[in-house]
């Protein structure tokens, strides 16, 4: 039996009180989108492209003193001038929350390499990335086809499910718990984690850390079960990969499990149910992809670009003026990648979903050096699980519109998505 000492006492990282800045929670109504917007707010989830577009047109740059202080912009030139500049703003810490995070862990960071700078990012990322190439990723697609399949299946006899959380969520969850290796009666645990991570950040810091310790703990059994019993996956190749002639650091092989964890689930589950949601309210669009299979691929690029689910945020490293507004070091950015892909300036007709659109270099995920590193896995995902939906339920409709709930906070999709199907 091997035993890797790096992961046996490892403990949990309690971030330093004295590096950690806290701020008072703002969580009232929002009062004016320009000056006090709110990310978490219900009205954001619900009408966020709205919201982007009054922005764009009025406040392009818009600011919060939620949160410490925060920007927004939304045209596409200044989210792409943001995420290509890492001189300025760094990815210390990627999700907006009430508290500054430290900078002890750097240049690992946290959960690398997304939370990693230059030139450690680079490294970081390259050890990552040939798991997750177009022939790697090609490998899960028969498994993943069978799964959807499954849920399908277990829809029998009924007249309305709800896509969201009975098929949109199990797909990611599946896939990513596959690859890393682990056992796939966990899979209910991860969606708490995620919820954790990425929603729960109005949350008092106490409550943070429990939930993060819980998440910690989870990955560092699977980490010590794969030491104790090698397999050919995504923990195995972490546990031995090696940088710069050394094996990893036990917080950046647990950190970069954690990111793959989160990183694929949320992300996924939302461009599913986004796009199932507009097939359902757009009867055209289904019709013609289930007479026109050739056209599936293309249109999940519109649906990426038009229903882009992912925000990501920068910290300001020195003051700097961009965009005609002086950001001061330590604000927080976000990076609406969605709103960056409704631009009428980048994209004709930016409003339109145009399911055979034919130039669409889109910002789904993301721009610059922290480029979606799962991008191929997602793509795949995201085919199979409507080819299959299309070829198995070729009718449907929102059972209930006004059942229909977006999230709030930086991942945006439909969580309850209630489709008549019978
Ligand atoms: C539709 C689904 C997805 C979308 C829209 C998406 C979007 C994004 C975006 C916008 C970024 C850039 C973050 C930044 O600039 O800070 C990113 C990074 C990343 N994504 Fe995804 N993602 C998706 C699915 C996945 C999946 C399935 C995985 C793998 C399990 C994954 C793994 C990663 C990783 C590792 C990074 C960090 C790359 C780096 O820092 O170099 N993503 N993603």
Not at 251 to 261: N, P
Not at 312 to 341: I, Y
Not at 381 to 405: H, N, Q, S, Y
Request: with cysteine.
């Amino acid at each position: 039996m091997t035993v890797d000492d790096r992961f046996t006492d490892y403990p949990f990282q309690q971030a330093d009180p004295d590096t950690v800045v806290q701020f008072e929670v703002m969580d009232g109504p929002v009062t004016d989108w320009a000056t006090d917007f709110s990310h978490m707010d219900e009205e954001y989830a619900a009408n966020a492209h709205e919201i982007w577009d009054d922005l764009r047109e009025r406040c392009p740059i818009a600011r919060s003193e939620r949160f410490g202080g925060t920007w927004l912009p939304t045209r596409y030139e200044d989210v792409a001038a943001i995420a290509y500049d890492t001189e300025n703003f760094t990815s210390r810490h990627i999700i907006v929350g009430n508290f500054r995070p430290p900078m002890d862990l750097a240049p690992v960071g946290s959960v690398p390499p997304i939370s990693s700078d230059p030139p450690f990012h680079h490294d970081a990322r390259k050890l990552l990335l040939p798991a997750f190439t177009k022939t790697n990723t090609a490998k899960q697609e028969p498994t993943t086809r069978a799964f959807c399949h499954s849920l399908i299946d277990a829809f029998e006899g009924r007249d309305v499910v709800d896509a969201a959380t009975e098929y949109a969520m199990h797909i990611p969850v599946r896939v990513i718990a596959d690859m890393l290796g682990f056992p796939t009666e966990d899979t209910p645990k991860f969606k708490v984690f995620v919820e954790n991570a990425l929603e729960g950040i109005n949350r008092s810091p106490e409550e943070r850390q429990a939930s993060t310790e819980e998440l910690f703990t989870y990955i560092l059994e699977q980490i010590r079960d794969h030491v104790e019993n090698p397999r050919d996956d995504l923990t195995t190749y972490l546990i031995n990969a090696e940088l710069y002639g050394e094996k990893l650091s036990p917080q950046h092989v647990a950190g970069t499990m954690i990111l793959l964890l989160i990183a694929g689930i949320d992300t996924t589950w939302s461009a599913i149910g986004a796009s199932l949601w507009h097939l359902a309210e757009n009867p055209e669009d289904r019709k013609r992809l289930v007479a026109e299979p050739e056209l599936r691929a293309t249109a999940v690029e519109e649906f990426l670009r038009a229903y882009a689910p992912v925000t990501m945020a920068r910290l300001v490293k020195e003051d700097v003026e961009l965009g005609g507004v002086k950001m001061k070091k330590e604000d927080w950015v976000l990076l609406p990648f969605p709103a960056a892909n409704r631009d009428p300036e980048r994209f004709e007709d930016a409003d339109k979903v145009i399911i055979d659109r034919e130039v669409n270099r889109h910002a789904a995920f993301g721009l610059g050096i922290h480029r979606c590193a799962g991008s191929h896995l997602a793509r795949m995902e995201l085919r199979v699980a409507l080819d299959v939906w299309l070829d198995r339920i070729p009718e449907f409709t929102l059972a209930d519109p006004d059942g229909v709930r977006w999230s709030t906070g930086q991942i945006r999709g439909p969580r309850a998505l209630p489709m008549r199907i019978g």
